[in-house]
Structure formats: structure tokens, C-alpha cells
């Protein structure tokens, strides 16, 4: 690339040599000319001669051909000047080498964060309410974050390989690119010019802010010295909480360790360079160890003396109210929320009846819920006076329902030949009588109960009965519950609620003929909670958990108590793993000094950066033999009992 260069600083200069030389030859033959024809004028009468004509003829020829020769020499120029341009921003030499980097990619990374967060701004306006939320991921949000993606992996490598051609192209690539993407392709795909999207007109300016930098790296060239990691450069604070959050973003450290031994020139395998970058954080974090030691010695006073007041609050006391939170603070926001809940009551319910097994339901009615099945106040009343007000502390008298359903069937049934040989036989086993009660909301079922009973043979016969011969009553003892709970999961009856609650009702149970087909009428005998109805029917009181609202109900679904718990030992495991092998770790972690070991892998990466294998293998080695020496690290870092310290005041 340099050689390139200074042949080219070469051609340029020996253009430009040629085009003054030119420049003159062309100002003097044109004063010659001028001359030669002033002299020829005043020596010849006023009227042209041809020779006359014919010098005039030669003088405008020389004057186009001379032109002609300076257009092409402004165009050769401005070309030349254009090449010249293009050659000082790729070439390296004589440039500043400031390192940008960390900046540009710190406004890419908010760029990908703003991507992400607003993903909104990639959908059109109809379906700006949409997308993540429900779990569809837009075709344009996913190509955006692949190519940021790909472009912050693509300045990874020109930055490590200090490609300023690379660089070059991929500025004008995203210049372009990104000016026909955000104006003309993202406004057709969702319906929404740049100045109606507020998120994407963010977007923008910070691109605009990444060209302005990525122009600064052109203009000044990359650094002679690439590798390491800015972070750790300085122990100070701010530094050390990038770095923090620079460790914790997923993935990125792994990327970034790869792409420098991929396109860097080196000795080390990769496990070997992965060791020596794994070393290398290890040290800083023990840099910025001894400096914070540096001032708790301070502020103790020194050797000797026990811990600060300050230091024990602000380290001990404060992870100890940390742990408090991690453990008390989910049951306090859970018990804080639960009074956020609301009604679950249903806006369809069906109550069917059937006789034997997989057959049709000799009762079907559905009936529509409304505000005007809530229980009365006197019926509620009842109700409490019945069961006790602590039960019905979780069924406010909203969400008690009295379902009426009417006594005459909505269906016909056709007698099934299986009943009627069931019924008719002495041999076959008995028959089953069942009641199904289904809840409906936003035509989806919430839950169901079902209640059976066996039938005797007197009840067969007296079903047999009301087939063959209209107005023939058929009573169905303790079949149908009056009393159902329900929540978001389950329905609950008889021995599953208190005891008096636990109460069936029997049903009057009777065949009318409709032409081929009877259709059954089905009537309560005794009507409960003094709701007694003038007409025939049904009636079942519905008590209704209410359910989770806002936070609860996304918790709800995972299970609040499981969820808690699988939080508190997750924290605790990662604790508890931040305390395990503390003593195995005291030789790598507390070391008395680290500036000679961190100089020795600052000397494996100069040896790099000057393409010295030889030299690199030997240092790499060398580190690696130093950790397997516990004796070589005390002598390369120091050690304790050998540090300076003051005597030790007596004690009496």
C-alpha cells in the first residue's frame, strides 16, 4: 500500500510538471504568432492577400487545436484531482491515527438498541399494535437488524486489519444504501414517510452521527496499535462500568474475540488466544482491585488498622439489604397486587343431560348471561347466613350467579336403539344418568363440570316408561348440584365445596312426543334461595372466581408460586456461585502487583502488531508457563509478607 502510494504521488507530480511545461509552450507560440502577424499587417497594404488569408486560415486552426488541448487538460485535471482525493483517505501515511472506534461503535450499538426497542416504526400504521406482541416478527425489522448487525461486524474486521479501502467502501455502501432504504423502500413497506415516523427519524440521526465519525476515522486513519480493549485501559470508574455492561450484553465478547483471532495475524491457536484475552480481563480486574484497596487503606489509615465505618455500610450492609430485597420484595409486590383482579363470568352457559355413554343428550338448553342473573341482595343474604361469610369473602355478590335454564329441551331427541335395548334387558349392565353444566366466554369454552349417577332398575324401568307413553313423569334423584364454583381452570361441586353447600336437586324428568321424535322437559322440584320461578325451570347458583388483572395475570400463567420460587433459587445459586472456590482463586485474583505480567502481554500484542511470530510464540509461552508456576507468579507480581508497612502499634 505504500509503495502504491508513493508511485502514485510520483505520476501525479510529473503531471503536473507536463502541464505547466505545456501551459508555457502554449502562451509563447501564441505570442509569436500574434507578432509575426502585428509585423506582417504593417508591412502590407490594407487589403488581405492570400498568403495574408492563409496565415489567418493557420492562426484560428492553431488557436481550436489549442483549445481543444486545454479542455482535455481540464479534464485530465479535475480526473487526477478526484483520484488524488480518493488516495489520500485510503492511504495510512502521514495521517494522525486517531482511534475512534470505540465511539462509533458505541452509536451502533444504541442504533441496534433502537432498532429493537422500536420495532414499531418498522410496521405499518394499521398494524403498529401488532407485531412482537404477538409473537410475529416483521419482515423489515428483521432484515434492518441483520444488516446493522452486519455492518458492526464488518467495521470490527476493517478496524482490525486497519483496511482504510474497506473502510472507504462500506461509508459510501452505507451512505447510499441507507438513504435509498430509510426514504424510498421502508416508506413503501409500511406506509409511513420518515417525518411521521418519530422512532426511525431518531434512527437516522444516528447515522448521521456514525458517517460523521466513520468520515473523522477516513480523514485521520486508524491507529498503529489495535488490539487489547479500550475499557481496560483506565481503573477509573466510568471506564469500569462499560466494561461491566460490556461483559454483560450476551454474545458480544465471544464476537469480539473471535473476529481478532480470525483476522489477525498471529501464532496462538485459538484456544491459546482466548486463554491469553481470558488472563489479560483477569489482570484488570485485579488492577482495579488494587486501586479500590488503595483507598480503603486510606480511609482505615492504614496497616493495622480495622475497617471503616463507611466501608462496612456501603459494602456489607448494603449487599446484606440487597439480599433482603431479592428475597422478601416478589412476596410484597404479589401481595401489593393481588387486589388487582377482575370478574371472569361467563356470557354463555349449557346445561345438558344424558342417559347411558356416547350418546346424543336427551336435555340441551343454552342460555345467554346477563347482569340480571346476578343474586339478589336477599338471596346473597341467604346465601352468607348458609355457608358463612368467610367462604363467600372470595365471591363478592357480582360474581354470584342464579343460571335459569327453561324446563322444555332446545332439541328433539331420537331414541337410540342401544338405550332402548339397555333398558329393556336384564343382562346388560346399568345405565348411567349425567348433567354437564359448560361455560362459554367470547365463544370459548372456560371450563366445564360434570355430575353422574348410577341408574337402578327401577329408574330404567321408569325411563322406559316415559318413551313409550307421553306425560309419564320420570324423578332423577341427586343428579344435578345446585351449588358450582368456578374459576379460570376448574369447576367445582358437591364434596369439593363446604358441606352446606353440598346439595343436589331432582329433576322431573318427562318425554313429549314431536312427530317421530320426543324432545324432554326437565323441571326442578324445589327451587332454592326463595328465587321460585312461575314457570318450570332450572336453576343453578354460580359462584365465579375472579381472576388476575395487570401484573398477576402475566404471572398467573407461569404459576405465582413456582415462579417465586424458581427466583429465589435461581439468585441464590448464582450467590452462592460467587462465593464457591474463593480460596482456589486467591493465587490469580490477589496479587500484590500486576503491571509486569500486564506488560508482558502488552509485549505479545506489540509483537503482533509488528508481525514478529517468532518473538510472540516466545512470549506466549513464557505467560503460559508463568501460570503453571505458582512460585513464578509470586515473583513476578510480589508478595505480600514482602510489601512496606509501618511497625505495628503495641498493644499493653
Known amino acids: ?62 488557436e481550436g487545436q489549442l483549445s481543444k488541448h486545454h479542455k482535455v487538460d481540464k479534464a485530465v485535471d479535475t480526473k487526477s484531482r478526484i483520484l488524488r482525493f480518493f488516495q489520500k483517505r485510503i492511504t495510512l501515511k502521514g495521517k494522525e491515527r486517531r482511534d475512534l472506534y470505540l465511539v462509533t461503535f458505541l452509536v451502533q450499538f444504541i442504533t441496534m438498541l433502537m432498532l429493537l426497542i422500536g420495532w414499531s416504526a418498522f410496521e405499518s400504521e394499521d398494524d403498529a399494535t401488532g407485531g412482537i406482541t404477538e409473537n410475529n416478527i416483521p419482515p423489515v425489522l428483521l432484515i434492518s437488524l441483520i444488516l446493522q448487525f452486519a455492518m458492526m461486524v464488518f467495521d470490527r474486521i476493517f478496524y482490525l486489519t486497519r483496511s482504510m479501502l474497506g473502510k472507504l467502501i462500506l461509508h459510501y455502501v452505507l451512505v447510499f444504501g441507507i438513504h435509498i432504504y430509510i426514504f424510498f423502500l421502508l416508506p413503501i413497506a409500511t406506509n409511513r414517510s420518515l417525518p411521521s415516523n418519530s422512532i426511525l427519524s431518531f434512527i437516522y440521526v444516528l447515522y448521521v452521527i456514525y458517517w460523521i465519525l466513520s468520515s473523522m476515522q477516513l480523514r485521520y486513519g486508524y491507529p498503529n496499535f489495535v488490539l487489547g480493549n479500550y475499557l481496560t485501559r483506565s481503573v477509573a470508574p466510568v471506564p469500569h462500568v462499560f466494561y461491566i455492561i460490556y461483559r454483560i450484553v450476551p454474545f458480544m465478547h465471544e464476537i469480539r474475540v473471535l473476529l481478532d483471532w480470525t483476522f489477525t495475524p498471529t501464532t496462538s491457536e485459538f484456544k491459546w488466544w482466548a486463554k491469553i484475552d481470558a488472563i489479560y480481563h483477569a489482570l ?18 492504614g496497616f493495622g488498622n480495622k ?78 347466613q348458609l355457608v358463612g361469610r368467610s367462604f363467600l369473602s372470595d365471591y363478592p355478590r357480582s360474581d354470584a350467579l342464579s343460571l335459569v335454564f327453561p324446563a322444555a329441551s332446545a332439541a ?37 363440570g360434570v355430575a353422574e349417577i348410577p341408574l337402578t332398575p327401577e329408574l330404567q324401568s321408569d ?9 309419564v313423569v320420570t324423578s332423577l334423584p341427586t343428579l344435578l348440584p345446585q351449588y358450582f364454583t368456578a374459576d379460570a381452570l376448574t369447576m367445582k361441586f358437591g364434596e369439593d365445596l363446604p358441606q352446606e353447600l353440598q346439595t ?8 313429549q312426543s314431536l312427530a317421530a321424535n320426543p324432545f324432554a322437559i326437565a323441571a326442578q322440584t324445589s327451587p332454592h334461595l326463595g328465587d321460585e ?11 365465579s372466581t375472579q381472576v388476575p388483572d395487570g401484573v398477576l395475570e402475566f404471572l398467573a400463567g407461569f404459576g405465582i408460586v413456582g415462579l417465586y420460587v424458581s427466583f429465589v433459587l435461581v439468585v441464590a445459586n448464582i450467590i452462592r456461585g460467587m462465593f464457591a472456590g474463593l480460596d482456589r482463586a486467591i493465587l490469580y485474583e490477589d496479587m500484590p502487583a500486576v503491571d509486569s505480567l500486564t506488560n508482558l502481554i ?12 517468532g518473538l510472540e510464540e516466545d512470549l506466549t509461552y513464557l505467560l503460559l508457563q508463568l501460570y503453571r508456576s505458582p512460585q513464578s507468579l509470586i515473583n513476578w507480581t510480589g508478595n505480600w509478607l514482602d510489601l512496606p508497612r509501618p511497625e505495628p502499634a503495641h498493644v499493653v
Open 602 to 613: 502488552h509485549a505479545i500484542y506489540v509483537a503482533r502488531e509488528r508481525r514478529a511470530h
Open 533 to 543: 320461578s312461575s314457570t318450570p325451570s332450572i336453576q343453578i347458583v354460580l359462584l
Open 504 to 511: 343436589f336437586d331432582e329433576l322431573d324428568l318427562l318425554f
Open 412 to 448: 328433539a331427541w331420537a331414541v337410540s336403539p342401544n338405550i332402548l335395548a339397555a333398558l329393556q334387558s336384564d343382562s346388560l349392565p346399568l345405565l348411567t344418568a349425567t348433567a354437564e353444566l359448560t361455560l362459554f366466554k367470547d365463544n370459548e369454552q372456560l371450563n366445564r
Open 1 to 62: 500500500a505504500n509503495s502504491t502510494s508513493v508511485q502514485a504521488h510520483k505520476a501525479g507530480d510529473q503531471a503536473d510538471h507536463e502541464r505547466k511545461l505545456y501551459q508555457q509552450l502554449h502562451a509563447q507560440l501564441t505570442h509569436d504568432a500574434a507578432k509575426a502577424i502585428k509585423s506582417t499587417n504593417s508591412n502590407i497594404a490594407p487589403s488581405l492577400t492570400p498568403a495574408s488569408k492563409r496565415s489567418s486560415r493557420l492562426m484560428k486552426a492553431l
Open 284 to 301: 484488570y480486574a485485579n488492577r482495579y482491585a488494587i486501586s479500590n484497596r488503595k483507598k480503603y487503606d486510606d480511609k482505615r489509615g
Open 463 to 471: 325411563l322406559l316408561a316415559s318413551f313409550n307413553t307421553n306425560g
Open 307 to 384: 475497617q471503616a465505618l463507611t466501608v462496612k455500610l456501603t459494602s456489607g450492609f448494603l449487599l446484606s439489604f440487597g439480599l433482603l430485597i431479592i428475597i422478601w420484595l416478589p412476596l410484597v409486590l404479589l401481595a401489593a397486587f393481588s387486589s388487582q383482579t377482575r370478574s371472569n363470568l361467563p356470557d354463555q352457559a349449557q346445561l345438558q343431560l344424558y342417559i347411558g355413554s356416547s350418546t346424543p343428550a336427551i336435555y340441551d338448553s343454552q342460555i345467554g348471561v346477563t347482569d340480571s342473573m346476578v343474586l339478589s341482595s336477599d338471596s346473597y343474604t341467604t346465601l352468607q
